[in-house]
């Protein structure tokens, strides 16, 4: 079983920037999808952002210019730079790496955008 393990959160003001950082304890060269969900507190989970075997990557529309997902097999870590950061972001972010055989997610990481 592959274990993911979040980092990176933090207390920020609004238009300020973090990066999250996902490392597997095992490989993920052979994920077909690496993905960012978030869920605010009270909230359902939702679908932030996914980056595919290939390198193509998706975002959902609330974050579309503001945040980046990018992966790095050599360090088995996926990331996510989020840039303009609104209190709507605010959130516990979880880390998710899927293929047709198996489906891990990591224990998330405390986003919070206040002034």
């Known amino acids: 079983q592959v274990q993911l393990v979040e980092s990176g959160g933090g207390l920020v003001q609004p238009g300020g920037s973090l990066r999250l950082s996902c490392v597997a304890s095992?490989?993920?060269?052979?994920?077909?999808?690496m993905g960012w969900y978030r869920q605010g507190n009270g909230k359902q989970r939702e679908w932030v952002a996914a980056?595919?075997?290939?390198?193509?990557?998706n975002y959902a529309e609330t974050v579309k210019g503001r945040f980046t997902i990018s992966r790095d097999n050599a360090k088995n870590t996926v990331y996510l730079q989020m840039n303009s950061l609104k209190p709507e972001d605010t959130a516990v972010y979880y880390c998710n790496i899927k293929s047709f055989t198996f489906d891990y997610w990591g224990q998330g990481t405390q986003v919070t955008v206040s002034s």
């Open positions: 980056i595919e075997r290939v390198g193509s990557t």
């Open positions: 095992g490989s993920i060269s052979s994920a077909n999808i």
